[in-house]
């Protein structure tokens, strides 16, 4: 046996034993990211028109806006000013600025902090 | 079937050859530009794939036109460029002065159903314009597949869809309105300086500051959708049928896979339908850059596997509204190269780019992507007196692009290639004036609109030769 279907025995191998997809969805989480929005209407429109897209939506690869858990490891083991930088420059998926061409630090800081807050708080 | 994790489990358990520097000069060179970055407290403002930097003294978002015209006629010198989603590859919004956003100048302002026409404020994304017409029972004739886009950027580098009967997005136009350097408002359309109007639909915004665009756009209808998986030699022997025989028609191509999916798109009144096999594109993007991590030694290897997963995968149908089938968010981040081409010589280029990848450029995992443009009658628009056909190239946001860019811009400039505004090239003002009949033209326009420059970065100058 050559080498190459030596290796196509060792892919069939591999997708035999693979997994499955799935996994538990939280749909509360998601239905609440579809439509918080802060209670400061400056802010309001900040968010509507910038982190919205992405964090309001689940799918986007963005942390959803109100899950608490995911925002506080993210907080946690990163920190707020890493956070920001993230948003500043762009971090994988993320736009640099968060599509806020306007946004200051302390934006970008409020702007975290609303959606890092479960729909309890 | 064959799922995709399943199939990342399988190149993960290969032996780990990881292709060299696949994505580290570009890491060095950011690491770089971070330590040059003046020692204020300006935040930085980077383009959507955070190639393009610039370190804006002002960043403003005006509330209304008004605000916008006082704004930019108070300026205090300086290069004055608008900014919307900052999805251009290019240099075109770099400045160092003042960077003006029109997020905050969004909505649709006006509308007629009786001739299915509409005035937009140009601030507004275009996955907003999209909902904001079918609200009202219209909708744009076509679309592009980027959701974040402003109605200005879109306007201004003939951002365009696909589909061999339609064209860019400036030709369902029928006036436009102009913030100029002075902070007058002005209007023009066919009739009404026409002059102005040729050179504003693809404008750069060069023209000065683009705030209201009158759509001319048709009765909302519902496309019925499908994406089905072929080897691309098929794909390739009927693609330019299936162009005409449908409404929207591209096809991607999957380099080192041998497949490609076509994507074709028509009208229809069937119900609303999603698809169960759905196939998130940008979780696909990663599966084929862990491919490439993983089995990149060996393109044979490579090619096996991914043609083992992708002979599997089911056809897709889905029959939604127009806008919410054309645009889509990406959340994966690229740099793009994309030229438009006469329309009977792009598949012959399509071929060698092909080629020229796949003996030179095992890095590279990104989908070509081939779409179908009408020709149009626009100045600066690149479909201007010619059907095209567009090839679009891609590299990951975090890895070099410019070595596989430099090796395809020359198949693309032999066929006669004109690139697209906002994506990479190299041309300058003598290539470019070659290539569009009008270029003086244009340039006349923009000396008379803004004579002092107030508008031009030096990307823009050294672009127009100015």
């Not at chain 2, 009404?192 to 009158?214: E, Y």
Request: include cysteine.
């Amino acid at each position: 046996m050559n080498r190459f279907w030596l290796f196509g025995v060792i892919v069939l191998t591999g997708l035999w034993l693979g997994g499955c997809d799935g996994g538990p969805e939280r749909e509360a989480v998601r239905e609440y990211a579809a439509v918080a929005t802060p209670d400061d209407p400056e802010l309001a429109e900040t968010y509507e028109r910038s982190c919205k897209s992405c964090h309001a939506r689940s799918g986007s690869g963005a942390p959803l806006t109100g899950d608490a858990v995911v925002w506080t490891r993210l907080i946690e083991n990163k920190g707020m000013e890493r956070l920001i930088e993230h948003t500043i420059h762009g971090y994988r998926g993320m736009p640099p600025m968060g599509h806020c061409m306007d946004c200051d630090v302390e934006d970008f800081g409020r702007l975290i902090g609303f959606m890092a807050r479960g729909p309890q708080e | 079937m064959i799922s995709r994790r399943q199939l990342l489990k399988f190149a993960a358990a290969l032996p780990v050859v990881k292709l060299a520097g696949a994505g580290a000069p570009i890491k060095q060179a950011r690491a770089a530009e971070a330590t040059a970055r003046p020692a204020s407290n300006v935040i930085p403002w980077r383009n959507w794939s955070g190639l393009q930097v610039a370190h804006p003294r002002q960043r403003v978002a005006p509330a209304s036109i008004e605000d916008l015209q006082q704004l930019v006629a108070e300026a205090s010198g300086g290069v004055v460029r608008p900014v919307g989603a900052g999805h251009s590859f290019t240099p075109l919004m770099n400045t160092d002065d003042v960077l003006l956003s029109l997020d905050r100048i969004q909505g649709l302002v006006d509308y007629d159903n009786e001739n299915h026409t509409a005035v937009m404020e140009a601030g507004t994304r275009l996955y907003n314009a999209g909902e904001l017409l079918d609200e009202v029972g219209q909708a744009f004739p076509n679309m592009p597949d980027i959701a974040e886009q402003s109605l200005a950027g879109a306007f201004g580098t003939a951002t365009h869809g696909t589909g061999a009967g339609l064209g860019c997005m400036p030709v369902y136009v029928n006036g436009l309105e102009l913030i100029t350097a002075d902070g007058e408002r002005v209007y023009c359309d066919a009739d009404t300086r026409p002059d102005l109007f040729q050179a504003a639909r693809v404008n750069l915004g060069a023209l000065g500051v683009l705030s209201r665009v009158h759509l001319q756009n048709r009765p909302s209808y519902r496309l019925e959708r499908t994406l089905e998986w072929q080897p691309i030699e098929e794909i390739l022997a009927e693609a330019d049928a299936l162009a005409d025989r449908h409404r929207n028609f591209e096809f991607f191509y999957i380099p080192f896979s041998g497949w490609g999916f076509m994507d074709r798109q028509d009208i229809t009144d069937a119900e609303i339908r999603l698809s169960e096999d759905h196939t998130d594109q940008n979780e696909g993007v990663y599966t084929l850059q862990s491919l490439r991590d993983w089995l990149g030694w060996s393109s044979r290897l490579r090619g096996f596997a991914m043609d083992m997963y992708m002979r599997r995968l089911p056809a897709e149908h889905t029959v939604l509204p127009s806008w919410q089938t054309y645009t889509h968010t990406r959340a994966v981040r690229f740099n793009e190269m994309e030229y438009h081409l006469p329309r009977e010589e792009g598949l012959k280029a399509f071929r060698e780019i092909r080629e020229v990848l796949e003996k030179n450029f095992p890095e590279v995992f990104f989908p070509f992507e081939v779409r179908w443009v009408q020709a149009d009658d626009i100045w600066l628009s690149p479909f201007y007196r010619r059907d095209c056909i567009s090839i679009a190239v891609h590299r990951y946001y975090d890895e070099d692009h410019t070595a596989f860019f430099k090796a395809v811009e020359p198949i693309f400039r032999r066929y006669g290639g004109r690139p697209h505004w906002g994506k990479l090239h190299s041309l300058g003002p003598q290539e470019l004036a070659a290539l569009y009949p009008h270029w003086d033209d244009f340039l006349e326009v923009r000396q008379a609109m803004d004579p002092e420059g107030r508008f031009l970065n030096t990307y823009l100058r050294e672009l127009f030769g100015v």
